[in-house]
Structures are given as structure tokens and as C-alpha cells.
């Protein structure tokens, strides 16, 4: 079983940037693949990108493609999430999540282990 705890969320003004961080720990996160979700009130929880173990594979959501960086640093046990010219629509709690899966599709199912979340707001 591994814990997920996420960090660098906050408010920034529309076209800044933040760097979402998310540490494991109770299993090595190289263990599995790690996908980053984002959650808005009222609306449901939606894919944002995701990572193969290795690190080798990447996809990214439409909506953020360009816009965000997903990586990791398995001898950190943790995976970040830069994310650059933030619009206010990116407005969201942002989860971090493991699977056990090599590589998990886009559903917030095929995910095993889930972060507590971290606030992003973005301002116009």
C-alpha cells in the first residue's frame, strides 16, 4: 500500500505557473504508474496527465496539453505536475493517484491509491 501527499498547489493570476508536487511513501512509487486528476465543484473528476513507472510514457488531457509537464523521481518517491499559463478554468483541487497498472487508461477507476488533494485557484 503506498500514501500519496500533495503540495505546491495555491493561487496564482492567469499565465502564471505552479509546480504540484506529490511524495509517496509506505511503498516505493516506482511501483506504479502515477496519473495526476483535478476536481472542480460541481463538476466531476477529470484526467489530467499520467505516467508510465519508468517515466518513459506520457499522455496528457487536450484541455492542458502544452500547457503541462508531468515527471518523476522515483529515488524521491515523488512525481510532480508543472503546469504553466493557468487560465481561471484551471481552477480545481488537483489529486495525485498510483496504479498498480502499468499503464492505466484515463479513468479515475483504474486508479488504486488516491492524495488528499491540493487547492489551485487562478484569478483573471
Known amino acids: 500500500q503506498v500514501q500519496l501527499v500533495e503540495s505546491g498547489g495555491g493561487m496564482v493570476q492567469a499565465g502564471g505557473s505552479l509546480r504540484l508536487s506529490c511524495v509517496a511513501s509506505?511503498?516505493?512509487?516506482?511501483?506504479?504508474?502515477m496519473g495526476w486528476f483535478r476536481q472542480a465543484p460541481g463538476k466531476e473528476r477529470e484526467f489530467v496527465a499520467r505516467i508510465s513507472r519508468s517515466g518513459n510514457l506520457t499522455l496528457y488531457a487536450d484541455s492542458m496539453k502544452g500547457r503541462i509537464t508531468i515527471s518523476r523521481d522515483n529515488a524521491k518517491n515523488t512525481v510532480y505536475l508543472q503546469m504553466n499559463n493557468l487560465k481561471p478554468e484551471d481552477a480545481a483541487a488537483y489529486f495525485c493517484?498510483?496504479?498498480?497498472?502499468?499503464?492505466?487508461?484515463?479513468?479515475?477507476?483504474?486508479?488504486?491509491?488516491w492524495g488528499q488533494g491540493t487547492q489551485v485557484s487562478v484569478s483573471s
Open positions: 493517484a498510483a496504479s498498480i497498472s502499468g499503464w492505466p487508461g484515463g479513468s479515475p477507476n483504474a486508479y488504486d491509491y
Open positions: 509506505g511503498r516505493t512509487v516506482s511501483s506504479y504508474a
